[in-house]
């Protein structure tokens, strides 16, 4: 692995600069599926106020998303907040229009070094919509096969956008099927989504305003903020301090000092 030379310069990062606390929203429920298994679904349609990542209003139910996983082994993986119990995706700020993303020149740096980083960092695109599977709520971050499909139906002059009318629309049958590879491994997934024969109303009570509003879930973070996440989750595997200028240990945030009380401050 190529090394700096003796001597050379480090951009440091002045640690007091980095946000000591990182917001990151409420929890979600999310939709997961398995291989082989019929899903009956019901895609809600768009709230009110529902808009893409640059703020443009969106007449379809959801919302493109370019998400950096920490993905190792083929598994996605969320990111790990210190501090909190949820987990979250990176937006690649690079995708919005930002001057840089912390993951993917975290990406660059493997490239230009020739390191295999044994995890994909790539930004990987998501399509998160609100569905009702057995009468609760999720969010589904489909792939884009699978939004294909559902993109095919409302274009075709038979359903229409009216597939997501609350009291006209149709239940959608999904299912995933896993095409070509052995042993669990290789191979990709194909997906089949089927409108029902019948339109049906909406049930579940006040799904409106229990319904996750998805430009929450692509919020990004500020470079700084997805920066620190990118340390605080892979410090252990990359030399940050060439990566980044600044070394895990300087980047994480330092435990504020207890206050001395006085005697005559007790009670």
Request: charged share 30%; hydrophobic share 35%; aromatic share 10%.
């Amino acid at each position: 692995m190529a090394r700096k030379a003796a001597g050379s310069k480090v951009r440091r990062i002045d640690p007091k600069k980095l946000k000591k606390k990182i917001v990151v929203g409420t929890r979600t429920d999310w939709f997961k599926i398995e291989d082989g298994i019929p899903y009956e679904i019901r895609v809600l349609p768009p709230l009110e106020g529902h808009v893409d990542a640059w703020g443009k209003p969106l007449d379809v139910p959801w919302v493109e998303h370019m998400q950096h996983g920490k993905n190792r082994g083929g598994m996605l993986a969320n990111w790990d907040i210190e501090g909190s119990q949820y987990q979250r995706q990176i937006t690649c700020l690079e995708w919005l229009g930002e001057p840089k993303c912390p993951v993917c020149e975290l990406q660059r740096w493997c490239e230009e070094n020739d390191i295999d980083p044994e995890f994909t960092l790539f930004p990987k695109p998501q399509y998160l919509m609100n569905l009702i599977y057995e009468g609760a709520l999720w969010v589904w971050g489909a792939p884009p096969t699978a939004a294909g499909k559902i993109q095919e139906i409302t274009e075709s002059p038979h359903y229409g956008v009216k597939i997501f009318d609350p009291v006209l629309g149709r239940d959608l049958e999904l299912k995933r099927t896993k095409v070509g590879g052995a042993s669990g491994k290789g191979g990709f997934r194909s997906y089949s989504i089927t409108p029902l024969p019948k339109s049906s109303r909406i049930e579940l009570k006040d799904w409106e305003g229990q319904a996750t509003k998805l430009a929450r879930l692509i919020t990004p973070f500020s470079y700084q903020d997805a920066q620190l996440i990118v340390i605080q989750n892979l410090g252990a595997f990359f030399p940050m301090d060439e990566v980044f200028g600044v070394s895990p240990e300087k980047a994480r945030p330092k435990p504020k000092p207890k206050k001395k009380v006085s005697k005559k401050g007790r009670k």
